[in-house]
Each structure stands twice: as C-alpha cells, then as structure tokens.
C-alpha cells in the first residue's frame, strides 16, 4: 500500500489544538472588522400563508438601528436551486420560522430589541404538520437521499414471507432530531472595493462560493469565503443556510461588514433537522436462523417546498444474506421546515430499526443474536451483487464479544438485578458508505526543507489539518514537522466540503497524489531550489469519481450495558463498547475521537434526545438546549473504541475509509437491546426516556 509509512497512523495531536483551548482560533462570529455591525432575523409565526405587511417604523426609531430588510426591498436574488436560501424574496410562509425580515443594527443587543419592534401581519392558511405512516398524501419518490433507488425488491419477499416458519412483523418510531453544533451557523460578510469577503461556519466553501456567484451574480473570482475553524455541523453545515445569504445581503445595503449569528432557538426551523421516521420491519427466517425475507419500509416527512428523502430503509441492502427483499420508502409533503442532512443521514435512524428487528427475530429464535449475523454474512453485496472490497463484520463482532464479556452473559431477559436496578447488555451492527469525490491540491517544496500543502478542505472539528499533515509527510518522506497545511479559504485549490465521511478520503488523495509527484520532481533535481521553490499540483478528476466494481463500506459492532431503575424508569448506559473494520486508521487520536463521538451521539439518540411537532402551532417544541437534550458529562459511561487492521487496495492511496458517522450507526439499537435484555419489554419508540419506561415497568 503506497502512501503509508512511520507517520500515517500516528496518534499526532491536532496542530490547531492549543489555538482553541486558548481561545485564539477564530470563528466566524470572532471578526471585529471596522464598523461591523450585526443582524438579528424576524421569523414568521404562523405555520403557513402569506405576509400582507410589516410596519418597521417603530424598528427603526430605536437606537443603533440602521435599516430592516423585508421582502418588499431586500437586495434581488437568482432563484436558487435550494429553496432554503430564497429568503426575503416574497410574502410566502412556508413553515412556521420562515424568515420575514433582518434587522441590522450597530450592536446585537439593539438588533435584537428592534426585532421585537418589527410588526408583521399574515394572511393565515390550513395547515398540516402530522406525519402519519396512513396519510393519504403518502407517496413513492424517486429516489432518495444519496440518489438512491425509493424501491429495491429481489424475488418474492411477500411470500417468502408468509412461508417463512419464524416470523418478525415490527414498527419503530425515531423523531425528529436536531444537529445543534456548538457553534450556531454564523456568518460575517464585508466588501473590499469590489471582492465580497465572508467568513462563515461551513463544511465547505468551495461550495459556499460558487452559490454566492450564482444567487448575487458575482463572478467566483471576487469572492472569498473562509472557514479556518468551524465548530460542528453534524451535516447541517454541508450546504450555505440563510445566514450567508442574509449576511451578504446586509453588507450590500449598509456597505459595511455584517455579521449574521443565527440565534440557537431559530436553528430547528432554518438549517434542517433529521426528519422523522416510521419504520416496518418484516423479518422471515428458518428455524436454523437464516434468513428468507426481509422488507423494510420507511416512512418521512419533507417541506412543501423541497423534496428530501431520509434513505433510511437503505442500510439494509447491505447487511445480510437474504434472497427474498424489499426496501422502500414513501414520503409525505408537510408544512414544515425543510429536513436535511444530519450525522448518518439513513443509516442512524434505519440501523436502529433494522438492527432491532433482528435482536427480536434472535428472541423468537431463541438464538444468541451475535449468532444470528454471523450466520446471515453475505459474501456479496445483496443488493448490487457485487464483491466488497473488504468485509470484517464478523471479526468485530468476535472481538467485540471477547473484549466486552459476551460469553458470561446470561440470555434471559430480567435475569438480572441490583437492588432497583435492572441490568442488561446488548448488540447491534454498524455499517456506512465508501464515500469519495474528486479534489484538486498543492504541494511545495520551499529552499529550507520546509513544505507547504494547499487544499481547500475544512475542519469542522475532526483534525482534518493534522491528518492531511502525516499523509503529506509519508508521501515526501520526511518528518512530520516539516510539513505546513493550509486549509480553510476557497482561495484555495478547490476541494469537495467536509460530510458523508468523505473529506479525508477525497483530500487525502489528492493531497497524496500532489506530494508523491513533488517527491518525484525533487529526486529528478540536482542543486538549489529556487526562492519561491517548485510547486506540483493535482486533481483527481476520473480517478476519485470512476466507478467501482466493488461494494466498499466501513463496518462495526456495539455493545452497550444498561441499567434501568424500576423506581425511576432512568434508563443509564454503564458501558459502550465498539469494534470497528474502517480500512486504514490514519490518526489513531482523531480516529478514536470521532469514533468515541459518534458513539456518545448515538447514545443521546437512544436516551435523550427527540423533537415534537406542535400540531396547532407547527412549531417544534424541543428548540433549544434547555428543552432539546444532548447527553452531558454525567450521561456519558466508560467509552472504548477499538479497530481491527484492515487492509483494503480497492479504496484510494492511504486505504482509508470515513470513520466520522459510523459511530452513530446502530448505537441506539444496542442501547435499546441491552434495555429489552434488562426489563423483558420491548420499546420501539426514541427516545427511551423516564416517562416511557416507567409507565411500560407498571404495565400501562
């Protein structure tokens, strides 16, 4: 395997890690540019219908105020291709939330107060915001997120079905979710004579630059867009929001820098949330435990005025060796906010139900459940029929189950008790994608023996300038010191944004590429380098992007140890235990963090956190942190993640695969097996919170 060596695989720490705990990395709210002024958006407040007016009059008459954008006279914008960014081009009200005005002041205090001054008057329409698997107005996309097929079908899964002599016929139920990173989306914008300036909280601003172009119809090349540090996204920052659009159209009116910090309350209804689901599951099997049947359905929910698809139902193409199958999703147009990517869009929320469909199937059996997948295994893609590329599920599950303790394990359910607590232990698999697409990079070698990488990658959090760092030093031979990224600036060599677990893979290729041809060049050259020094570039266009005769994914296996208090009905995770088989790790520091977070993600999902709709107000209730629980400190149990070597040549140079979601995936179906295995009950609706349990442990 090329590009390996005494570096990649390192425990490196991060190079921008004293600039943060020191507070001198800045964000994109962290600018204080000459004259800068800040914005605070006016959200609609009913569900769906129209403005008829606004009256900014007493808006403006308060102190610092220098102007209100609204649909009458805010700057024209091109149509965009993503209905989220046409902000404050109509009197329409899509959603409750729906931006209707910007005010702009000297500080964000008298913005903020002078948003409560702005009047607005609606024309009020009917509105329906109740996803419900029998709505009338359900219907079969397409296809879904990804650009995968709605429907897959092999053979006759009815009747295989009804022939099968075991059989599973379940419901889950996940809601919505919300990304909530720690830094709301946040953008500053400012003019430098005639170049837009905007530094922005992105997972890409290669991306971000050329919708600026289009929406304001300025060449790509007087735009700059910079995110040096960017804190999560979780998804919701893959694509611009409404905050760069409104940053840019302030700074055009008041030609002075602006700065736009969505407030946090906001961020449910404008940057997209994980939609809700409604899974069946309908599992056929021998009484030896294979499988015959499998069909998935899921059921979500979009925007009426954009379609997205959770491709939850997808995940179980992959998984095991079934002949007969159906997976589909069907789809209902709510008035409600636009759904969007968030951290294993498909596979957190269709995992968990496929992963539990099978923990009952294991019950039904009377089948330990680690036994139950390993005899299902697939030696090919089911779905595409083709090989994987490298396929170490059953590896994890073993190692796993060895390190964890699995063989003491006691089956029967409420076997076992500590005074009030009832304890149990439980499994799920984990799979994601083989993501990558083409990126171009720099790499120069300077007179002192020093080098410079180029690429425009972002970090969102994950270590992405360190990684990038050790691929380049192994590809150079030299050491790692010797070796500076520069990453963050669409001034940049372009490069994909930072999601789907695709960036270190795509960058790191190309990155790879640009260096080995520096190495190259360099063994070729005999004297000085020149003052500037000699730069090589690359751009995998064709290679990244060519198609695979192979199946490529990460895969993994959790388990989790729970307790549940019959008192109380807390449910509280003792123990998260994780093995995964992603290819070649090449930071083993980073890679346990964002494996560990993952984790911790997914134990949130299972545990606390979850979203509702207010039917009357079409509004979600959970929109902050004090209402929309993320797990704390005190929720978090011992962590251990842990890999197996896995060498894969079908993937890129450095043989890696994406490790940022993978964690998520299948972390809540381990925590809800683990509480089945400790109350006999069986909970099928996230999150498994106090009110739920307590009420299923008295037998309501």
């Given at each position: 395997m090329t590009g390996t060596g005494p570096t990649t695989g390192a425990p490196a720490e991060r190079r921008?890690?004293?600039?943060?705990?020191?507070?001198?990395?800045?964000?994109?709210?962290e600018h204080p540019l000459p004259g800068r002024a800040h914005a605070w958006p006016v959200t609609a407040t009913i569900a769906r219908g129209r403005v008829t007016s606004i009256d900014t009059a007493a808006a403006l008459d308060l102190p610092g105020v220098l102007t209100v954008l609204t649909h009458e006279d805010a700057p024209r914008i091109t149509e965009p291709d993503d209905p989220m960014l046409a902000v404050l081009q109509d009197p329409r009200v899509p959603h409750r939330g729906w931006y209707v005005a910007l005010v702009v002041a000297r500080s964000l205090e008298e913005a903020r107060l002078a948003a409560d001054a702005v009047r607005v008057e609606y024309a009020v329409e009917e509105h329906d915001v109740t996803l419900r698997a029998d709505h009338p107005d359900a219907y079969e996309p397409d296809t879904a997120n990804g650009g995968f097929p709605a429907r897959r079908e092999h053979g006759d899964p009815e009747g295989a079905f009804a022939s099968a002599p075991v059989r599973v016929d379940v419901a889950?139920?996940?809601?919505?979710?919300?990304?909530?990173?720690?830094?709301?989306?946040?953008?500053?914008?400012?003019?430098?004579?005639?170049?837009?300036?905007?530094?922005?909280?992105?997972?890409?601003?290669?991306?971000v630059r050329a919708a600026l172009a289009a929406l304001f119809g300025i060449p790509e090349d007087r735009i700059t867009v910079v995110a040096d540090h960017v804190g999560g996204g979780f998804g919701s920052k893959g694509t611009p929001r409404p905050d760069v659009v409104l940053a840019v159209m302030a700074a055009r009116r008041t030609a002075r820098p602006v700065t736009v910090a969505l407030p946090r309350r906001q961020l449910p209804a404008v940057v997209g949330h994980r939609a809700p689901t409604l899974h069946r599951l309908r599992l056929g099997a021998g009484t030896d435990g294979r499988l015959t049947s499998l069909t998935h359905e899921a059921v979500t929910h979009s925007s009426r005025i954009k379609e997205f698809v959770e491709q939850a139902a997808v995940p179980a193409r992959t998984m095991y060796a079934v002949p007969h199958s159906r997976t589909l999703h069907r789809l209902v147009r709510l008035d409600v906010p636009i759904p969007s990517w968030m951290r294993a869009p498909g596979e957190a929320p269709g995992m968990y139900a496929l992963e539990s469909a099978v923990d009952e199937l294991a019950d039904e059996l009377g089948m330990d459940p680690i036994q139950l997948r390993l005899l299902n295994e697939p030696e090919r893609e089911p779905d595409s029929g083709k090989p994987f590329s490298s396929r170490h599920?059953?590896?994890?599950?073993?190692?796993?189950?060895?390190?964890?303790?699995?063989?003491?394990?006691?089956?029967?359910?409420?076997?076992?008790?500590?005074?009030?607590?009832?304890?149990?232990?439980?499994?799920?698999?984990?799979?994601?994608?083989?993501?990558v697409a083409p990126s171009t990079a720099e790499a120069r070698a300077l007179p002192n023996g020093t080098f410079v990488v180029r690429i425009n990658a972002t970090d969102i959090g994950t270590g992405a300038r360190t990684v990038l760092a050790q691929v380049a030093a192994d590809a150079l031979g030299v050491p790692l010191a010797r070796v500076r990224t520069e990453v963050g600036s669409s001034d940049l060599p372009s490069a994909p944004l930072a999601g789907g677990s695709?960036?270190?893979?795509?960058?790191?290729?190309?990155?790879?590429?640009?260096?080995?041809?520096?190495?190259?060049?360099l063994a070729a050259r005999t004297g000085r380098l020149p003052d500037e020094g000699i730069t090589v570039h690359a751009d995998t266009t064709g290679q990244a992007d060519?198609?695979?005769?192979?199946?490529?994914?990460?895969?993994?296996?959790?388990?989790?140890?729970?307790?549940?208090?019959?008192?109380?009905?807390?449910?509280?995770?003792?123990?998260?235990?994780?093995?995964?088989?992603?290819?070649?790790?090449?930071?083993?520091?980073?890679?346990?963090?964002?494996?560990?977070?993952?984790?911790?993600?997914?134990?949130?999902?299972?545990?606390?956190?979850?979203?509702?709709?207010?039917?009357?107000?079409?509004?979600?209730?959970?929109?902050?942190?004090?209402?929309?629980?993320?797990?704390?400190?005190?929720?978090?149990?011992?962590v251990e993640a842990h890999w197996i070597d896995e060498e894969d040549t079908h993937l890129n140079p450095m043989g890696s695969k994406g490790i940022g979601e993978i964690g998520t995936v299948g972390t809540a179906a381990a925590i809800g097996n683990a509480v089945h295995h400790a109350t006999g009950i069986r909970f099928r609706d996230l999150p498994l919170t106090p009110d739920k349990v307590l009420t299923a442990l008295a037998g309501g």
């Amino acid at each position: 395997m090329t590009g390996t060596g005494p570096t990649t695989g390192a425990p490196a720490e991060r190079r921008e890690g004293r600039q943060k705990v020191t507070g001198s990395a800045r964000y994109a709210a962290e600018h204080p540019l000459p004259g800068r002024a800040h914005a605070w958006p006016v959200t609609a407040t009913i569900a769906r219908g129209r403005v008829t007016s606004i009256d900014t009059a007493a808006a403006l008459d308060l102190p610092g105020v220098l102007t209100v954008l609204t649909h009458e006279d805010a700057p024209r914008i091109t149509e965009p291709d993503d209905p989220m960014l046409a902000v404050l081009q109509d009197p329409r009200v899509p959603h409750r939330g729906w931006y209707v005005a910007l005010v702009v002041a000297r500080s964000l205090e008298e913005a903020r107060l002078a948003a409560d001054a702005v009047r607005v008057e609606y024309a009020v329409e009917e509105h329906d915001v109740t996803l419900r698997a029998d709505h009338p107005d359900a219907y079969e996309p397409d296809t879904a997120n990804g650009g995968f097929p709605a429907r897959r079908e092999h053979g006759d899964p009815e009747g295989a079905f009804a022939s099968a002599p075991v059989r599973v016929d379940v419901a889950y139920r996940v809601p919505p979710l919300h990304n909530h990173p720690m830094e709301p989306h946040t953008s500053t914008a400012h003019w430098e004579s005639d170049r837009l300036v905007v530094h922005t909280s992105s997972q890409g601003t290669t991306t971000v630059r050329a919708a600026l172009a289009a929406l304001f119809g300025i060449p790509e090349d007087r735009i700059t867009v910079v995110a040096d540090h960017v804190g999560g996204g979780f998804g919701s920052k893959g694509t611009p929001r409404p905050d760069v659009v409104l940053a840019v159209m302030a700074a055009r009116r008041t030609a002075r820098p602006v700065t736009v910090a969505l407030p946090r309350r906001q961020l449910p209804a404008v940057v997209g949330h994980r939609a809700p689901t409604l899974h069946r599951l309908r599992l056929g099997a021998g009484t030896d435990g294979r499988l015959t049947s499998l069909t998935h359905e899921a059921v979500t929910h979009s925007s009426r005025i954009k379609e997205f698809v959770e491709q939850a139902a997808v995940p179980a193409r992959t998984m095991y060796a079934v002949p007969h199958s159906r997976t589909l999703h069907r789809l209902v147009r709510l008035d409600v906010p636009i759904p969007s990517w968030m951290r294993a869009p498909g596979e957190a929320p269709g995992m968990y139900a496929l992963e539990s469909a099978v923990d009952e199937l294991a019950d039904e059996l009377g089948m330990d459940p680690i036994q139950l997948r390993l005899l299902n295994e697939p030696e090919r893609e089911p779905d595409s029929g083709k090989p994987f590329s490298s396929r170490h599920l059953t590896e994890c599950l073993r190692d796993g189950a060895r390190r964890f303790g699995w063989a003491g394990r006691d089956p029967r359910p409420r076997s076992r008790a500590e005074g009030p607590l009832l304890v149990g232990t439980g499994v799920a698999a984990a799979t994601y994608p083989v993501l990558v697409a083409p990126s171009t990079a720099e790499a120069r070698a300077l007179p002192n023996g020093t080098f410079v990488v180029r690429i425009n990658a972002t970090d969102i959090g994950t270590g992405a300038r360190t990684v990038l760092a050790q691929v380049a030093a192994d590809a150079l031979g030299v050491p790692l010191a010797r070796v500076r990224t520069e990453v963050g600036s669409s001034d940049l060599p372009s490069a994909p944004l930072a999601g789907g677990s695709s960036g270190t893979a795509s960058w790191g290729w190309s990155v790879h590429e640009a260096c080995t041809r520096l190495a190259d060049a360099l063994a070729a050259r005999t004297g000085r380098l020149p003052d500037e020094g000699i730069t090589v570039h690359a751009d995998t266009t064709g290679q990244a992007d060519a198609d695979s005769p192979y199946a490529r994914h990460a895969f993994g296996a959790h388990f989790a140890e729970t307790t549940v208090d019959r008192v109380t009905g807390e449910v509280r995770v003792r123990r998260l235990l994780s093995v995964y088989a992603a290819g070649r790790i090449l930071n083993a520091r980073t890679a346990r963090s964002q494996f560990v977070g993952g984790m911790i993600m997914g134990l949130g999902m299972a545990l606390t956190e979850g979203s509702t709709m207010d039917t009357v107000f079409g509004d979600f209730t959970e929109s902050d942190l004090a209402t929309y629980h993320v797990p704390v400190h005190a929720d978090v149990p011992r962590v251990e993640a842990h890999w197996i070597d896995e060498e894969d040549t079908h993937l890129n140079p450095m043989g890696s695969k994406g490790i940022g979601e993978i964690g998520t995936v299948g972390t809540a179906a381990a925590i809800g097996n683990a509480v089945h295995h400790a109350t006999g009950i069986r909970f099928r609706d996230l999150p498994l919170t106090p009110d739920k349990v307590l009420t299923a442990l008295a037998g309501g």
